[in-house]
């Protein structure tokens, strides 16, 4: 175990405890804000662009959930999901320190995400998760995955209306 802290070394830095308050710690963290999860948006924002489907936007603001992708035209939103932060049942391994805390958590998110995808169902729209897994395993497979429902099948041209699967 790593010890430091004085010169004899008699405090374990496991064993330092947080300077913050646990108020203060919850409204640091809350302030903190997620920047999206730009490597799997990389790969998949890549791919779509090598195979040479279009008409997608980032991130965009105005849908609930803040879908990763969205193609306005075939009514289309695209979820890229990471395994942890999802509860991927094929990936996810609970952590093993504050356990209530974070079971609570994944199962907020979980929630969250059933609820987006209903509500974004409800209006019209088709909705797409993509686990992390997935794209890392196969960015090809991921993206004829979102071709298949954004591409017309008898004319092979993209959607030109909600009701066009």
Not at 12 to 38: F, V
Not at 136 to 164: D, M, Y
Request: proline share 5%; net charge positive.
């Amino acid at each position: 175990m790593h010890t430091g802290g004085t010169p004899n070394g008699s405090v374990l830095y496991s064993r330092l405890m947080d300077w913050l308050t646990p108020e203060q710690r919850s409204r640091n963290m809350s302030a903190i804000r997620s920047r999206g999860n730009k490597s799997t948006e990389k790969a998949v924002r890549f791919r779509m662009i090598r195979a040479g489907l279009s008409g997608w936007k980032l991130c965009t603001g105005t849908l609930p959930g803040k879908p990763d992708f969205v193609f306005e035209t075939a009514k289309v939103v695209v979820f890229l999901d990471g395994c942890y932060w999802h509860g991927c049942p094929k990936c996810y391994r609970a952590p093993t320190s504050n356990t209530g805390y974070w079971s609570e958590k994944f199962r907020r998110n979980k929630d969250r995400d059933k609820r987006v995808g209903q509500l974004l169902r409800r209006d019209g729209w088709k909705v797409v998760r993509i686990w992390e897994h997935e794209i890392k395993r196969s960015p090809a497979k991921v993206v004829e995955k979102i071709r298949a429902l954004i591409v017309s099948p008898p004319s092979g041209r993209l959607c030109e209306s909600a009701s066009t699967s």
